[in-house]
């Protein structure tokens, strides 16, 4: 006697050897012996063998019909040999019943399955559906197959142009475009990078970059919707000494600026102004909707994202020949440089000037601070403000690392300028430190006063933002609120809200406890963070580009640690290949290799080991 049986799924045939209670011994058509159930036997039969009625039912299932054997099957449960009997018009043989089983088993989308060999026929409505699932399947597995042939030839489907960089930064792993890639991938041996290079997908290696990160950062692009015009600046008193600012000359969004009035028993008052936003952008308007999503201002050498609107900011940008709205801290200084008195006050300041960065350092530097020469702009201020920093700086402990170097990378016309500048020079000696001044007193009066904060803290070595106040070891203050940028720093936008509220004597915006400005926090981290790296992303990639545009072949490095070297002139960390042990500073020279712009990488091989720099 011969059986059918279902086993993990699938129908198979054997012999019965012995049969006990609940069970059988079966021999497979392979000579395998094995235990059935009793419960998963479907069909006993005499003949004809097992090999015989599965090759039999096999062609009979060929010429079964299924949209028949579903309308045959009506809609109530049934028994798959009782279906073959209304089916063959009687007693089926083996191989007939066989077949009409292989043929329920395998079409789950007509019949389903409600027990060993019992079935019931799909709704109509299922039915149509399931054929329209299946259709659409095979047609998608055609498009892939035809896809991943194109992109294996070198091709770019139409299909998937407007969805390059999606694919490549942020892709839905389940689309059929990706599956695509992915198999094309496999094909050539290609990264999905290389693949889509290869195809001309990517217009260029700083698009690939940029979108990488708009399409995290600002899904929904970088333009402002469209907005109501920035209500005007309420009436302020007007300040009496004309202020002036120093910035870079790209700089649009200038956030501070600085006057100083010289008395004649030698004290001095020194006003630090502040662009003062925060009296235009009211908490929880769309203008403060918008600066809470983009939470900073993004740099990066060829351009930047602004975080508030630039009607906003060039109504309340401290721009030159113009009175505009600030928030002042006063500070009373003697003639030895200690601070006397310090008061805050809402104003308009008069802006005599923007001074550039790019005209100052020639004539306001180390080696003209004191000495004769051809006068400038706010001289007499600008040294005295030099005296009086590096007093500051002394008080808070801090000294600068000598010979510490930044460098400022600008892209203009399509050529790449990486300009060194000397770390501590006078003019950002100035600006910092009555930065420093500015966010540490106001953190206090923030403090002192019982109003919530934005304050960041550094102990033990570890810098993180907190709503209490506390020490920033690094700088030497007992406090730091961050207050000075609040047209390209959210949390500045909040504090400077919080400081007004305190002189003015109103309600804080924001309380100690409040888990709007707790979430401020955490997601102005987060974000900050990431514009950071993407700056120092965007950075490295004009430095490689900075060295094919002037066909550097060779270069003078420094080790960091083990083959770890930073290029001199250039703020660009690689690694060397082929070099002797060399201890952190020692210089040596290394050749320039393949530079790859998409996954930002530049071959260094190792030449010679240089002496010292007579500066080191």
């Known amino acids: 006697m011969h059986l059918i049986y279902e086993e993990d799924g699938e129908l198979k045939a054997g012999t019965i050897l012995s049969e006990h209670e609940g069970s059988l011994q079966v021999e497979s058509l392979h000579g395998r012996r094995t235990k059935v159930k009793t419960s998963h036997v479907l069909l006993r039969f005499g003949s004809p063998s097992p090999a015989e009625t599965m090759e039999q039912a096999r062609r009979l299932a060929e010429e079964l019909d299924l949209d028949f054997l579903w309308e045959v099957a009506g809609t109530e449960e049934f028994d798959f040999h009782t279906l073959a009997a209304e089916y063959y018009g009687g007693t089926p043989t083996a191989p007939q019943a066989v077949a009409v089983l292989q043929r329920l088993h395998g079409a789950p989308i007509y019949f389903y399955k ?131 600012s120093i910035d870079d000359a790209t700089t649009t969004e200038i956030d501070d600026a600085f006057s100083v009035s010289f008395r004649p028993d030698g004290s001095v008052r020194v006003g630090i102004h502040i662009a003062a936003p925060a009296l235009g952008v009211a908490p929880g308007s769309e203008l403060d909707a918008i600066a809470a999503r983009r939470l900073s201002t993004v740099y990066m050498p060829c351009g930047k994202i602004t975080m508030l609107p630039e009607t906003l900011i060039g109504q309340y940008t401290l721009a030159e020949a113009r009175q505009c709205p600030a928030l002042s801290l006063y500070v009373e200084v003697g003639p030895d440089y200690a601070i006397r008195d310090l008061s805050t006050v809402a ?51 801090e000294v600068e690392p000598p010979g510490r170097m930044d460098y400022v990378v600008k892209v203009e016309d399509g050529r790449v300028r990486i300009t060194p500048r000397q770390r501590g020079n006078p003019i950002d000696r100035v600006v910092s430190e009555l930065m420093i001044l500015a966010n540490s007193r106001w953190g206090m009066l923030l403090a002192e006063r019982d109003y919530a904060g934005v304050y960041r803290v550094q102990t033990q070595g570890k810098v993180r933002m907190s709503l209490k106040p506390a020490p920033h070891e690094g700088l030497g203050v007992d406090c730091y609120a961050w207050s000075s940028s609040p047209l390209r720093r959210y949390v500045d936008l909040i504090n400077q809200r919080q400081i007004l509220a305190a002189i003015e004597g109103r309600p804080p915006v924001y309380r100690s406890n409040d888990t709007t400005l707790m979430a401020i926090v955490r997601d102005f981290e987060l974000a900050y963070d990431a514009y950071a790296e993407f700056q120092r992303r965007m950075e490295r990639y004009w430095c490689l580009r900075w060295l094919i545009q002037e066909g550097v072949a060779q270069i003078d490095a420094v080790v960091l640690k083990e083959n770890l070297i930073r290029l001199e002139g250039l703020p660009l960390v690689t690694r060397v290949t082929g070099a002797p042990t060399l201890g952190p500073g020692e210089r040596l020279r290394v050749g320039i290799g393949e530079i790859d712009l998409l996954n930002l990488e530049c071959h260094c091989r190792f030449i010679a080991q240089l002496e010292p720099s007579p500066a080191g």
């Open 114 to 244: 409600k027990g060993r060999g019992r079935y019931k026929a799909a709704p109509p409505e299922a039915l149509a559906a399931a054929k329209a699932a299946l259709e659409r399947k095979a047609r998608e597995a055609a498009l892939r197959a035809l896809w991943v042939e194109q992109l294996s030839r070198g091709e770019l489907p139409e299909a998937l142009r407007p969805k390059v960089f999606q694919l490549l930064h942020q892709p839905d792993k389940n689309g059929l475009e990706y599956k695509a890639m992915m198999d094309a991938c496999a094909a050539t041996g290609l990264t999905p990078v290389a693949l889509m290079d290869r195809c001309g997908a990517i217009p260029s290696s700083h698009e690939y970059h940029l979108q990488a990160f708009l399409l995290v950062h600002f899904p929904r692009g970088t333009d402002f919707p469209p907005l109501a015009p920035p209500p005007p600046p309420p009436a302020l008193p007007s300040a009496a000494t004309p202020a002036f």
């Open 347 to 397: 104003e308009q300041v008069h802006i005599a000037a923007n001074l550039r960065h790019e005209q100052l350092e020639s004539c306001f530097n180390l080696d003209t601070i004191g000495a004769g020469g051809p006068d400038y702009p706010f001289r007499r201020e600008l040294e005295w403000l030099w005296g009086f920093a590096c007093h500051l700086q002394a008080a808070r402990g």
